[in-house]
């Protein structure tokens, strides 16, 4: 059995093939049970989440289970971590031989998270994003934050990314990281402006109440919304649901999971049938993504144990 630690991972991946790994991935499909979520209540800190998520290649569909996986992550969310200076996220991944069962690697859990996350958004935006998308906010500055610019960068021309951040100082030292990559980066303090002059806008955080106001939306901005995973977090308003074209990773998760999806829908906003697309339909080309230059598209993920795996096959494929 295998250990690969996250600089294993950051030595053979790079965005474009896993973007087009999870795009195979989605369009061959896996077996993933419901991923199952435990509340850890903690006494001086924001309750706490361990998950578990399952996958396994569909065995029974293609016939070839000499070559097949399973694997399961084993995570947990600690929110209260971040005023501390440390991610909220940390986990590790399990591989197994789909044929025998024996246990072939454990994977940087936490490091995979990172890059198939950012890997799904710009899959996403690969559909749903304009062609000429060049201007990119991000909101939030966390363990995510760089690899979602990253990714979009991997597949559309960005030159100027923003990054804003309730804590302005923790935005500028991720704005310095980046200096000298391909695109030009700085932080701002100005939200509203900062969504106002963005092609795409993606969020990465662990707000309750919405921090993007559809009103600032311009006409053919994308929306990645990545950060809430719980009914009860937000990261955009009424508006931005009104005026979007609404896609998601999976409707089953994003329906039952993502506060973004699953307030509006309880209130009436929106119905299940206003939910345009998945990752499923946009990659077996069932369903259109961006219908016309000056849509408002949004895209909400809360992760699917599908992503997991075929990244952690990758991985292990090339460490």
């Not at 031989?97 to 246990?103: A, N, T």
């Not at 890059?115 to 998308?133: E, G, N, P, Q």
């Not at 053919?220 to 009424?238: S, T």
């Amino acid at each position: 059995m295998r250990i690969i630690p996250a600089s294993d991972i950051a030595q053979v991946l790079t965005f474009p093939d896993l973007i087009e790994t999870l795009r195979r991935g989605f369009r061959s499909g896996a077996v993933t049970p419901v991923r199952h979520h435990h509340t850890i209540e903690l006494p001086d800190q924001a309750d706490a989440t361990l998950l578990l998520m399952p996958s396994w290649n569909d065995f029974a569909g293609q016939g070839h289970s000499d070559r097949g996986y399973v694997g399961v992550k084993v995570a947990t969310v600690f929110p209260g971590n971040a005023a501390h200076g440390r991610p909220a996220v940390a986990g590790v991944y399990l591989l197994f031989s789909g044929r025998r069962g024996e246990p072939l690697a454990v994977i940087d859990g936490s490091a995979l998270t990172l890059w198939r996350t950012a890997a799904a958004s710009a899959l996403a935006a690969s559909y749903l994003a304009r062609s000429d998308a060049s201007r990119m906010l991000m909101v939030g500055s966390g363990a995510l934050a760089p690899y979602l610019i990253e990714a979009h960068a991997a597949i559309r021309p960005i030159s100027d990314v923003l990054v804003w951040n309730r804590r302005h100082d923790k935005a500028v030292r991720l704005a310095q990281r980046l200096k000298g990559r391909r695109y030009s980066a700085a932080a701002t303090e100005d939200l509203e402006g900062a969504v106002r002059g963005a092609d795409i806008v993606s969020c990465a955080t662990l707000s309750g109440e919405p921090l993007i106001h559809g009103e600032w939306l311009k006409p053919g901005a994308h929306l990645d919304l990545v950060g809430g995973f719980r009914p009860d977090m937000r990261e955009a308003d009424d508006e931005a649901m009104r005026r979007s074209r609404i896609f998601v990773d999976t409707r089953e998760g994003a329906t039952q999971e993502a506060g973004d999806i699953v307030q509006p829908l309880q209130s009436g906003l929106i119905a299940e049938e206003d939910i345009a697309a998945d990752l499923f339909d946009l990659t077996r080309g069932e369903r259109a993504g961006r219908r016309f230059y000056d849509q408002i598209t949004l895209f909400k993920s809360v992760g699917t144990a599908l992503e997991d795996l075929a990244a952690a096959i990758l991985v292990f494929s090339r460490a």
